[in-house]
């Protein structure tokens, strides 16, 4: 059975810091996916990362893979308040279909 | 446009009621599926249709039924419930179930169930 962990699930952080979010998973997988979710609102797509060393990059987020190491990273540049969200990553385990796995969130607070 | 309209926003309803749940998209997507969420929860995968046909049930009770009337809408039929069955619930639709790049979903705003 496919599990997929992410530390911290809370982080409370100040405007102007970095951290990162990190995404571990059980079984072999080369399609993962972060999502944003807002209080009472729907999943946002924020990446897709198809292939080992793959990284992409939005404003101040940029998220990785190393599949070897079954992790992936989701790395804040100079939080601002607007980024105060849950943050999900999310593993395909289809094999035949897209069966997504999620983590169990990470709540993150910026405060100013 | 990448919307997935869902309705009703809110329900509530009794263990002995029967209601539906909408999903719609037009954006041509192939694939569409149902997740339950709880409070703090990450999204919990119910049903996948591909092409108009239940592909996967991740062994969900039989009072909820899904239907897929046409590529564009995906319904959720609920019945004799449980109060634990109280919880927010997702469609999503992406281009297609198959395994290939990018089949990035889509999901709606979500349907948030009480159940009395």
């Known amino acids: 059975e496919l599990k997929v962990e992410q530390n911290p699930l809370f982080l409370s952080m100040q405007e102007g810091k970095n951290y990162t979010i990190y995404c571990n998973y059980s079984t072999t997988s080369d399609r993962l996916y972060w999502y944003r979710q807002d209080p009472g609102k729907s999943l946002e797509s924020l990446f897709v990362?198809?292939?080992?060393?793959a990284v992409k990059q939005e404003g101040r987020l940029m998220a990785s893979l190393d599949t070897k190491a079954r992790l992936s990273t989701l790395h804040i540049t100079a939080a601002v308040h607007d980024l105060s969200a849950t943050y999900f990553c999310a593993v395909d385990r289809g094999t035949s279909g897209s069966r997504l796995t999620f983590g169990e969130g990470t709540q993150l607070t910026v405060n100013p | 446009d990448t919307e997935v309209t869902q309705t009703p926003k809110h329900l509530v309803m009794g263990m002995t009621n029967k209601k539906s749940l909408k999903c719609e998209q037009h954006?041509?997507?192939?694939?569409m599926y149902w997740y339950k969420q709880k409070a703090k929860k990450p999204p919990e995968l119910m049903f996948v249709y591909s092409y108009e046909k239940l592909s996967i049930n991740e062994s969900v009770p039989s009072r909820f039924s899904p239907e897929c009337p046409n590529s564009s809408l995906l319904n959720l039929h609920l019945h004799a419930l449980q109060p634990e069955d109280s919880a927010l619930y997702l469609c999503?639709?992406?281009?297609?179930?198959?395994?290939?790049?990018?089949?990035?979903?889509?999901f709606g705003a979500g349907t948030r169930l009480s159940v009395l």
């Open positions: 954006m041509g997507h192939r694939a």
């Open positions: 999503a639709s992406s281009p297609s179930d198959f395994v290939r790049a990018k089949n990035i979903q889509y």
């Open positions: 990362l198809l292939s080992n060393g």
